[in-house]
């Protein structure tokens, strides 16, 4: 039952219209009970997986209640992943874009100076992985003074990985007068009394998995020896013929060699794993979330978190090792009310294993039929078809949302004592611009660049030329990016 609008949440206009930007038709469950709760400044915990809807049921009412005058950050996020970082401050950007919420995701392998270079601009929203943080606060060059909002995001997670006295080191550096939420897809008893001391009278919210997309997946698995998997795998694409799929194996050389053969045989496939440098990894998935190539060979770095609208299809190549992976894993497909199929190899020996899930979260894990001869030769032309008509390209949220924002260089800067008032007074003043359509504006020694919304980029770039900002003649470009 979804009785609930957006509108009913009492949300400021800007927040409205990115949410109507983004698609967002009525709130989702989770949404529909932790919004309100927000809003009214309580600590929650919340039970629920990814595909809930869940990052925007934080992410909206921590942007409405953001106070965009103050400098230091008021939000920490903290995520188990790097991907999971960049599309919760994803999430954060587009739905606090005409609010002019800024926004920095904080992980390992990133520059650190490239990193406290954007800390030193005004940063609403700090999103980040508990050691770069942790490593932030040592430099002193995260501030956490103002922090109202803390998110700890798959925190069964972050405890698996063993960040746990990273976290504890980072809430110590917090201040007590804050709202404190806690996601979770498991909540185990350990993590409540860990994290219960952290909280006040925190409100437990149960969004039940038999809504979660795992009820809608076809499940299957085929027994099947090691060196036979490949074989199998031709024979399911082709009669299966997916648009989009997700193929785990265990370890980052099980996805290399995959990935060799499947280029052999001329699939369209990238692999991902965490021996990669992290600007491949980010472009690879980008790639992928557009639907530039059907199959992605990834270990279980991308079983969490990551949102791919519409994949159709998971393949466990190997099946994984811990339990909540096949969860994980499976919930990638399925999304927003989609079916979706998950398929499982395992050699004779891990059969046992595989019934031990299926026993765990109660699902229902059907063996799969091998297909005949004929039906892979009929499949293998059809599907050979569909890659000679090339890929499907899908429309990114993001980039949809930013399509009326355009990001315009200033050659002027700090050292010319520019301030950001300076800029949208001068920005505001042209003929049909207002206030309301200047975005972000970052300054930095010796250049600036701001945020046109509304699609009004090429008014403002151009009414610029003739323009000075504080009495200094300036130069203004689209930016680079
Ligand atoms: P999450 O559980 O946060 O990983 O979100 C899963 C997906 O649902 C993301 O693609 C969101 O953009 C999308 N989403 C979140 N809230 C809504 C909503 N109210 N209506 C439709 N899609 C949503």
Redesign the pocket.
């Known amino acids: 039952m979804n009785n609930l609008r ?1 509108n009913d949440f009492g949300l400021d206009s800007d927040i409205l219209k990115s ?1 109507k930007k ?7 469950e ?2 529909e009970k932790v919004i309100p709760l927000i809003l009214k400044n309580k600590d929650i915990i919340i039970k ?10 934080f992410a909206i009412p921590i942007c409405e209640k953001i106070e965009l005058e103050e400098k230091l950050p008021q939000v920490l996020v903290l995520t188990p992943t790097r991907e999971l970082a960049l ?1 919760i401050m994803e ?1 954060f950007s587009n739905i606090g874009k005409f609010k002019r919420i800024n926004c920095a995701a904080l992980f390992g392998k990133e520059p650190i100076t490239v990193q406290i270079k954007k800390l030193r601009q005004r940063v609403h929203v700090v999103v980040g992985t508990p050691g770069r943080i942790a490593d932030h606060i040592k430099r002193n060059t995260l501030n956490l003074k103002k922090i109202k909002y803390l998110v700890i995001d798959e925190a069964d997670e972050m405890l698996d990985m063993g960040f746990i006295d990273q976290v504890k080191f980072i809430i110590d550096d917090l201040p007590k007068d804050r709202l404190t939420l806690l996601f979770s897809a498991t909540i185990p008893q350990e993590m409540l009394k860990l994290f219960n001391k952290y909280m006040v009278n925190p409100i437990n919210i149960d969004i039940k998995s038999k809504n979660s997309a795992v009820d809608r997946i076809r499940q299957l698995y085929y027994e099947v020896e090691a060196h036979e998997k490949f074989d199998l795998l031709n024979k399911i694409i082709y009669t299966e013929k997916p648009d989009s799929v997700m193929i785990f194996c265990r370890t980052k050389k099980n996805v290399d060699n995959l990935v060799l053969h499947m280029k052999d045989k001329g699939y369209p496939c990238s692999g991902l794993h965490g021996g990669m440098l992290q600007s491949k990894r980010i472009d690879v998935t980008k790639r992928f979330k557009r639907g530039e190539f059907i199959f992605l060979v990834c270990t279980d770095i991308a079983a969490r ?1 990551i ?1 791919v ?1 519409n994949i159709t299809h998971i393949i466990n190549y190997d099946i994984p090792m811990e339990k909540e992976s096949y969860i994980h894993r499976i919930g990638r497909t399925g ?2 009310g989609n079916s979706g199929t998950a398929i499982t190899f395992v050699t004779p020996k891990e059969y046992r294993f595989l019934e031990k899930i299926g026993e765990f979260f109660n699902l229902n894990i059907e063996e799969g039929k091998i297909p005949s001869k004929e039906e892979v030769e009929t499949g293998k032309k059809l599907f050979n078809e569909k890659l000679k008509a090339g890929p499907k390209i899908k429309n990114d ?1 993001s980039r949809y949302i930013n399509r009326d924002i355009s990001k315009i260089y200033i050659s002027a800067g700090k050292k010319k004592k520019i301030r950001p008032g300076d800029i949208a007074g001068t920005i505001s003043s042209i003929n049909g611009v207002n206030p309301d359509d200047v975005g972000i504006i970052d300054i930095e020694d010796n250049f600036s660049y701001v945020n046109i919304l509304s699609g009004k980029g090429d008014i403002v770039l151009k009414a610029l030329q003739n323009k000075t900002i504080k009495g200094k003649t300036i130069r203004a470009e689209k930016a680079m990016k």
């Open positions: 957006f949410i983004l698609g967002y038709e009525n709130p989702s989770v949404q629920s997986e990814t595909g809930s809807g869940k990052t925007a049921a599309q999430s978190g949102d609208e999304r927003a949220n």
